[in-house]
């Protein structure tokens, strides 16, 4: 007697899920050829389903996918009301499309034998409100469409455009002008318009306006404070800026600035501990207000002007600043050494590094010391010029002379 073919051996298995009952019927494809002794390929079973044998006795919820469910032909009604005939739908779509889609194009998917009976049931649920946990519907002009839950439509283009504006920003050094950041982000003028508009924006973000209708936007959290002593401080020194005047309190440096961001901006610049936050060049003296109260003011250090330094006596002059402590000088080698090493032996090792180093020094002992290495030429001390990228944490351990941050330490020759 000839052995079934396999489309056949397929139908008598569905045969017999459907007489042991329970979970066993309806059953997936994958699950019904996995009950054939040998397994089946995937590949084997899809050619099988797709045979006369099996189609004239059995339907699968979709064609030529291995995870289908299939039920006898006289069954096949079961279907139609089935959840996860419409999950199956969902999933068939989310592989080759985008949500949501409309009733229609999922009933696309179920065979057509019994698409007008998938297509009804659908639009019952969807007018009593009776859709599966995993379906949502979604308004699209006079009707509806559908998505799974698991699978939502991706954000509109303006959101989309809105949270990439963000991303950029929080990339970039804090507070960007809005035309710059228009300009970067290669929008056209009409979606960077709706994108700075979404609450998606607005909410992530301070928005800084000035007099001059300029816009600064700076992402919310910490930057806000580092944009004040930083960006915008160097963006009202130019605005303040003319020849009979060359340093600026800060109730004129914020009048600048839009009555609403007034306030914040002047505690923020009226800090004592400011110093160390400034951007490079920039310094700042308290003003003394009588009644009204102090303030700082800032100014370029290009335009502060010192006496002569008071001549030293014949004596002091000849008498030679005694040597850095023997345990000082042993330890800063050692810390140069060992920094310089793990850097890479280039010979140029960061003061931040070298100050941690020796937690233990005072900062006006290791400053002394270190001056002293230089006279002797043991080491020499170089800038870093990039001004706008060094850090609050760069210029504090840095030593300020003549306007410039010396920062990185290199052997010299004695």
């Known amino acids: 007697m000839p052995k079934p073919n396999l489309g056949t051996r397929l139908a008598q298995e569905l045969i017999a899920c459907r007489t042991e009952g329970g979970d066993h019927y309806p059953i997936r494809l994958d699950h019904l050829a996995a009950r054939l002794d040998p397994a089946l390929e995937p590949a084997a079973v899809l050619k099988a389903v797709d045979s006369t044998a099996f189609k004239k006795q059995a339907v ?7 995870d289908a469910r299939v039920a006898l032909r006289e069954d096949a009604s079961l279907f139609a009301a089935d959840p996860l005939t419409l999950e199956m ?10 949500p949501p889609w409309s009733p229609s194009e999922l009933a696309k998917t179920v065979p057509t034998s019994w698409r007008p009976a998938f297509s009804e049931i659908l639009a019952r649920q969807i007018a009593s409100d009776e859709l599966p946990a995993f379906a949502v519907q979604v308004k699209a002009g006079k009707g509806v469409k559908l998505h799974h839950k698991e699978q939502p439509p991706p954000p509109p283009p303006e959101v989309q455009d809105a949270e990439r504006l963000v991303d950029m920003l929080r990339r970039r050094q804090p ?11 290669e929008l056209k003028p009409a979606a960077f318009k709706k994108a700075v508009k979404r609450p998606e924006f607005t909410a992530a973000v301070v928005q800084v306006k ?10 919310n959290g910490d930057a806000f404070g580092r944009f004040v002593t930083g960006t915008l401080l160097t963006h009202l020194l130019g605005k303040c800026k003319r020849p009979n005047a060359h340093a600026f309190p800060v109730n004129e440096l914020v009048a600048h600035v839009s009555k609403a961001d ?20 920039v310094g700042c003296v308290l003003l003394g207000g009588g009644k009204s109260g102090s303030q ?3 100014f370029l250090l290009e335009h502060l002007r010192t006496a002569q330094p008071v001549a030293r006596s014949v004596a002091a002059l000849n008498q030679a600043p005694p040597p850095p402590p023997a345990d000082f000088v042993a330890t800063f080698d050692a810390a140069f050494a060992r920094i310089d090493r793990e850097r890479g032996s280039n010979n140029f090792v960061s003061l931040v590094d070298l100050r941690a180093a020796l937690p233990a020094v005072p900062r006006e002992t290791f400053d002394t010391c270190l001056r002293q290495l230089r006279r002797d030429r043991r ?6 010029e990039r001004y706008d990228g060094i850090t609050p944490e760069q210029q504090a351990a840095a030593i300020r002379e ?3 941050f010396l920062l990185h330490v290199s052997r010299g020759r004695p």
């Open 60 to 66: 699968v919820t979709a064609d030529k996918r291995i």
């Open 296 to 298: 700082n003011a800032f």
């Open 379 to 384: 080491y020499v001390l170089s800038s870093d």
């Open 402 to 404: 003549e306007g410039e």
């Open 175 to 185: 507070g960007v002008p809005l035309a710059e950041l228009e300009t970067a982000a």
């Open 89 to 98: 739908a969902f999933r068939t779509k989310g592989e080759t499309g985008t």
């Open 210 to 219: 000035m007099t001059s209708k300029d816009v600064f936007v700076v992402p």
């Open 262 to 281: 007034q306030s914040q901006i002047t505690g923020l610049l009226n800090r004592p501990d400011l110093a160390a936050e400034l951007p490079a060049g």
